[in-house]
């Protein structure tokens, strides 16, 4: 880990933090409990615990992994639907497949996003491949939920397939850690992914005792999952290690540092740096669902039975297992 890496000394820098900056100091920190999702694979519930007022605009998200999967082991999810919302799925390494009832679809693998609109309404699946369940392999990944406004919570659904050379690729102002912007701007610097609700979704890299600050939009709220290894958050160096989401308070620069001794499996402290403009309106969700009103969760499941969120197509993608079976 991770799958897209680079020399930091021939990147663009993150510019310094002026003498004027505005430190965001730490709030609050959880560890998410470890859940197994759709036919088994493991996840960690990076937002347990979080008031939904901290994470505006943001669900929910799961660190999918990390597993060294025997063979056969590989599991994933069967045709499911979504409304309302927004699913970023961020493959670290491993490869996953897609498809849903619009017609998108493809091989998330290596430093890949698949982003996914589901808007009015749409079905998908989201399974390892054939030949990963035969073999087996790494598996590790993020799926994050991005809330819509009650505006956009019909648009019509759209797939965005983000391979893992189009993410914008930075390096801190001293060279000590990699930051992978996949979507929003930072310092001025823009990432690929094409988002409906203003948001920063970046994976940072930082080495064995670097530091690593960042330019920060007030507006927005600003959030940090360690996704492995060990070090501080914020000036008054607040203690974090993997699976622990960060809660940030107001200000206009974000600042991390990793500890010296990482784990030998661990070169780097590897992060998810997140934030978004908060929508702020009353939200109803149900599994799959999340809308403004307990009505239309109630509507969103009646038309889901009736069929009117897709159908699976005839050519449907299938969890694979051993032996060739569906």
């Known amino acids: 880990m991770p799958a897209v890496t680079a020399d930091t000394l021939t990147l663009p820098r993150i510019s310094a933090a002026p003498l004027d900056a505005t430190e965001r100091t730490v709030r609050a920190v959880t560890t998410g409990p470890r859940a197994y999702e759709g036919e088994g694979f493991p996840v960690v519930r990076a937002f347990a615990g979080v008031h939904a007022r901290d994470l505006d605009p943001f669900i929910h998200m799961d660190q999918m992994g990390e597993i060294e999967y025997q ?15 927004e699913t970023v799925t961020y493959m670290i390494d491993g490869r996953f497949q897609h498809q849903d009832s619009t017609g998108g679809g493809g091989l998330i693998e290596n430093g890949a ?156 402290m590897e992060v998810l740096l997140l934030g978004g403009q908060p929508i702020r309106e009353p939200v109803a969700q149900y599994g799959p669902f999340v809308m403004n009103t307990r009505q239309q969760v109630i509507e969103a499941m009646e038309d889901f039975q009736a069929g009117r969120l897709g159908v699976v197509p005839a050519d449907a993608l299938r969890p694979h297992r051993t032996g060739g079976s569906q």
């Open 71 to 85: 063979p056969g082991e590989p599991r994933g999810t069967d045709w499911h639907p979504h409304r309302g919302f």
């Open 113 to 268: 996003t698949q982003w996914m609109t589901a808007g009015a309404g749409i079905l998908h699946i989201e399974t390892p491949p054939a030949e990963l369940v035969e073999s087996g392999g790494t598996f590790h990944g993020v799926q994050l939920w991005v809330n819509l406004p009650s505006t956009d919570k019909f648009l019509t659904p759209r797939y965005q397939n983000l391979e893992g050379e189009q993410v914008l690729l930075l390096a801190s102002d001293d060279g000590g850690a990699l930051v992978r912007v996949v979507a929003g701007d930072l310092d001025g610097h823009t990432g690929p992914g094409s988002t409906h609700t203003p948001i920063v979704f970046a994976h940072a890299s930082i080495s064995p005792g670097a530091q690593l600050s960042v330019p920060w939009r007030p507006d927005f709220n600003a959030l940090i999952y360690v996704l492995s290894g060990r070090g501080t958050v914020g000036v008054e160096k607040r203690p974090v290690e993997g699976g622990q989401l960060v809660v940030l308070g107001a200000g206009d620069r974000i600042t991390l540092a990793a500890d010296t001794g990482q784990d030998a499996n661990r070169p780097a």
